[in-house]
């Protein structure tokens, strides 16, 4: 792992936002740097939190104040309401996540889907932004993902152990960074009740053909517009695994395109060797980047 090593990130905080108990980490001092991991609540393929970016909090941390939250619904934070199981809710309690515990002029990194949420928080939020970095996210990125594709019939049963370390392993160029502490987070979180009170309510419920995707097109298709017409009017780098089985590169370049129209500072890294996880695949190279972004703006 380059010699990254995985941070213990074993000391949470806890904030109520509106209702919703919220978890989050923070690490060190200086410009506050905001760290949103991928997918969404209600899946069985996978229960990711908070711990997804372990092996990248020390290195950033050195030089900057690292904030990392549970999003609405995942890992430890409490699920929405029944009509607010919806990209735009996670999105509106993100933001309500920063303005709570705070914080201002903040650097968004975003990943997978974390990278749609970073992406509209600077859109419809840009008072609370300084920067935005967006990695790997084929729910924003032009065209279709293959995420179904690739992970179509887990052999195991859901959100076990093996489950999940099957889907990472799918996502991954190389399966090295994929830690204990990781898989012992993710497990910890695929128990809860509320995890699965999540997908009850997605999958037999109807609520993820209903009213998470048919919102989520809507939605994508009103960012990419807006990002077309106005341009993200905030810094903002695109962060790409060369080899991501699943929001495939061309994704990334047609993606980076549209923001490059508009915004002069624009920047896209192609990480070679690495799936879908490059923070992870790659924590140094990736902290470097981040890092050099940041510096560029002072």
Same mark, same amino acid.
Request: with cysteine.
């Given at each position: ?6 941070? $213990? *990130? ?9 209702? +919703?108990? =919220? ?19 209600? %899946? ?6 908070? +711990? ?13 104040? !690292?904030?990392? $939250? ?41 990943? %997978? ?14 008072e609370l932004v300084r920067s935005c970095t967006i990695v790997d996210s084929g729910t924003l990125g032009p065209g279709v993902g293959l995420n179904e594709i690739v992970h179509a019939q887990p052999p195991?049963?859901p959100l076990s152990r093996e489950t999940q370390r099957w889907t990472y392993e799918k996502y991954s160029f190389k399966p090295d960074h994929i830690t204990d502490t990781w898989l012992d987070a993710v !497990?910890?979180?695929?128990?809860? $009740?509320? =995890?699965?009170?999540?997908? #009850?309510?997605? #999958? ?9 995707? $048919? ?42 395109? *549209?923001?490059?129209?508009? #915004? ?25 980047? !981040?890092?050099?972004?940041?510096? %560029?703006?002072?």
């Amino acid at each position: 792992l380059e010699g990254s090593t995985a941070m $213990p *990130m074993n000391s949470p905080n806890w904030v109520d936002i509106d209702g +919703i108990n =919220t978890r989050y980490f923070e690490f060190g001092e200086g410009e506050t740097v905001v760290l949103f991991y991928g997918g969404n609540f209600g %899946s069985k393929d996978g229960s990711n939190c908070a +711990i997804a970016w372990e092996l990248n909090v020390d290195g950033l941390a050195a030089n900057y104040h !690292v904030v990392v $939250p549970d999003k609405l619904g995942q890992g430890h934070t409490d699920n929405p309401k029944d009509d607010d199981y919806t990209m735009n809710a996670v999105v509106h309690h993100a933001a309500a996540f920063i303005e709570s515990v705070g914080l201002s002029n903040v650097h968004l990194v975003g990943h %997978s889907r974390g990278g749609y949420l970073v992406t509209r928080l600077t859109l419809e939020f840009p008072e609370l932004v300084r920067s935005c970095t967006i990695v790997d996210s084929g729910t924003l990125g032009p065209g279709v993902g293959l995420n179904e594709i690739v992970h179509a019939q887990p052999p195991y049963e859901p959100l076990s152990r093996e489950t999940q370390r099957w889907t990472y392993e799918k996502y991954s160029f190389k399966p090295d960074h994929i830690t204990d502490t990781w898989l012992d987070a993710v !497990v910890e979180v695929g128990k809860l $009740p509320k =995890t699965w009170e999540a997908i #009850e309510k997605m #999958e037999n419920g109807g609520l993820k053909g209903r009213l998470f995707y $048919p919102e989520l097109a809507r939605q994508k298709a009103e960012t990419l517009r807006w990002i077309d017409e106005r341009g993200m009017k905030r810094p903002t780098q695109v962060v790409w695994g060369y080899n991501d089985p699943t929001a495939p590169l061309r994704q990334g370049v047609p993606l980076y395109e *549209m923001i490059a129209a508009k #915004e002069r500072q624009a920047y896209f890294h192609i990480i070679n060797e690495s799936g879908h996880f490059p923070f992870r695949e790659h924590p140094e190279r990736f902290n470097e980047i !981040v890092h050099g972004f940041i510096q %560029s703006l002072n």
